[in-house]
């Protein structure tokens, strides 16, 4: 139990439409990621937030964006889903290096 | 831009027997190397972390990696398996100390015979 908690836990989308994830971190962590990992491969990083600012971006586009509030949760946005958007989406909340993962999101495009 | 590798896309072995699942990096300066377990629908759990000093790092769960800087690799051992250890595992490595944006091997899949 890493107490990073994301919902929903699974999410059937049509290609075209927006989706919003979300995340809570752990207690005490200002810092939250997104990874997005598709079947068979390994987490590729989307963005980082610090502080509700923006740290960092992966090789993803535009419409995928983010936001983190007051209390340090997160959300991630894709607007215009394609089929290949399809994957297990995972937040990770950290503070001094260590991420601590949640259980992740399910996202299917159809 | 750092990268991992992971040659071994699915090992099995016998529980009891050892385990050295491999990892091999590429980056120009000290990496910030980590171990992370993965079950089937699950997040990932972290098993071990290197910074520096002492080469061979102890995890959790009975697991140690060591950090061979002339060979680029950070290989994870187990001596003795066991039928709960089959699960997914990914060798990740960070670009700075500080700096959790983990880039991830395309990972091992762990399968475990009686």
């Known amino acids: 139990e890493t107490g990073v908690t994301q919902s929903p836990t699974h999410l059937i989308k049509t290609r075209g439409q927006q989706v919003t994830l979300r995340c809570s971190s752990q207690?005490?962590?200002?810092?939250v990621s997104w990874y997005q990992q598709a079947l068979g491969q390994g987490p590729q990083f989307i963005f980082q937030y610090y502080r509700e600012e923006e740290n960092g971006r992966g090789n993803f586009p535009p419409r995928f964006s983010g936001l983190q509030f007051p209390n340090y949760s997160s959300e991630l946005n894709v607007n215009a889903l394609e089929l290949d958007d399809s994957a297990l989406y995972l937040c990770?909340?950290?503070?001094?290096?260590?991420?601590?993962f949640g259980q992740g999101t399910r996202l299917t495009v159809v | 831009a750092q990268s991992v590798t992971q040659p071994d896309i699915h090992i099995t072995v016998s529980e009891g027997a050892s385990l050295e699942l491999r990892c091999n990096y590429s980056?120009?300066?000290?990496?910030?190397l980590f171990w992370y377990v993965q079950s089937p629908g699950q997040g990932l759990q972290l098993l071990l972390k290197y910074f520096s000093g002492d080469t061979l790092v102890q995890g959790i769960k009975g697991f140690e990696a060591e950090f061979k800087r002339s060979q680029s690799s950070f290989n994870l051992r187990k001596p003795s398996v066991h039928w709960s250890d089959a699960a997914e595992y990914f060798c990740a490595v960070a670009a700075n100390f500080g700096n959790e944006k983990l880039t991830f091997g395309t990972g091992t899949r762990l399968t475990i015979i009686p």
């Open positions: 207690s005490g962590h200002n810092t």
């Open positions: 990770a909340s950290s503070v001094n290096t260590e991420a601590f």
């Open positions: 980056y120009g300066a000290t990496p910030y």
